[in-house]
């Protein structure tokens, strides 16, 4: 096996099939996984975010799983340092470690590092935060749909934060906030093996529906209710919430709740694609060729030995 410590990252659409691989995957090469799941680290989101069962996180040890509360404060670069943490400490022993999710962003900060930001004036940040009050999140994604289409299309376009910053940095230095995102890649003491997994649209929309069907059977919209008063709450400004709080304020019924849930999962799904097709890296996988990607994993590893 490679003397190079090697990280794993295994990515993808919502409800495509990574968490059962990567408890295949940790078992054969007896390691951990670290979750790179924005939506799974806070404890008291369970149903809307599908993590592991209790019965898997027992099979293998998991990190960055309800490591968070939603009150807590927390974004991508304490994530970074969060998870360079655990990896450093995984690599004493371990030779392969094994990330997984299907936020981009959150992947790409440990594979790739994070781009500098500039700072934005404060009152710029408080313009938007009054405009989005009094006219809607989709004020914020018509206004990110102009200044910067490239971002609008890969966004999580439920979620009011990342749309507001875009939308204060193109205000503040007049350019898009995709133009900052320029990958100065940072050198890691590992080197990354990306696996992508993917089905046939058709196949991965029918997943995506029958989990959803699920989440609300096992009791999603009980789960929303319990965290409707902390709905302001950055952690909740997600697909799978947003939805059942609107149908809470009256905005509709919840068939029509149901219909947008899935919509938006299918949606999401689509822009986590997009995001992930942008890098070469990653080979691309069905999550079913179990034996195929093991194989391929090895050969990889051997040839950087």
Not at 82 to 89: K, P, R, V
């Amino acid at each position: 096996m490679s003397e190079i410590p090697t990280l794993i990252l295994v990515v993808g659409p919502t409800a495509v099939g990574k968490t059962n691989l990567c408890l295949k995957l940790a078992k054969f090469f007896n390691t951990e996984i670290i979750s790179c799941d924005s939506r799974q680290f806070y404890k008291e989101m369970n149903l809307g975010t599908a993590k592991p069962t209790p019965d898997e996180l027992a099979q293998v040890k998991h990190h960055l799983i309800d490591s968070l509360s939603i009150e807590d404060a927390y974004d991508v670069k304490k994530f970074e340092q969060d998870a360079m943490n655990i990896l450093t400490q995984l690599f004493k022993e371990k030779k392969v470690v094994i990330m997984t999710g299907g936020s981009g962003l959150f992947a790409d900060a440990i594979t790739e590092g994070l781009d500098e930001m500039p700072e934005v004036e404060s009152e710029i940040r408080a313009q938007i935060i009054q405009e989005y009050e009094e006219r809607g999140i989709e004020f914020l994604q018509e206004e990110v749909k102009k200044a910067d289409p490239e971002y609008f299309e890969t966004v999580d376009r439920q979620n009011p934060q990342r749309l507001m910053r875009a939308l204060e940095i193109w205000r503040g230095t007049g350019k898009k906030f995709s133009s900052f995102r320029v990958k100065q890649k940072v050198e890691r003491p590992f080197q990354t093996i990306k696996i992508g997994l993917n089905r046939d649209r058709e196949e991965l929309y029918q997943r995506i529906d029958q989990r959803m069907e699920e989440m609300i059977r096992t009791g999603l919209f009980q789960e929303a209710e319990s965290l409707f008063k902390k709905r302001h709450l950055n952690a909740l400004q997600t697909v799978g919430y947003q939805e059942i709080f609107s149908h809470m304020e009256g905005e509709y019924d919840r068939e029509e709740a149901i219909r947008l849930l899935k919509r938006n999962s299918r949606r999401y799904a689509k822009r986590q694609l997009t995001w992930f097709r942008r890098d070469s890296a990653i080979h691309w996988f069905h999550p079913d060729q179990e034996s195929e990607i093991i194989q391929w994993v090895q050969t990889r590893l051997a040839e950087n030995h």
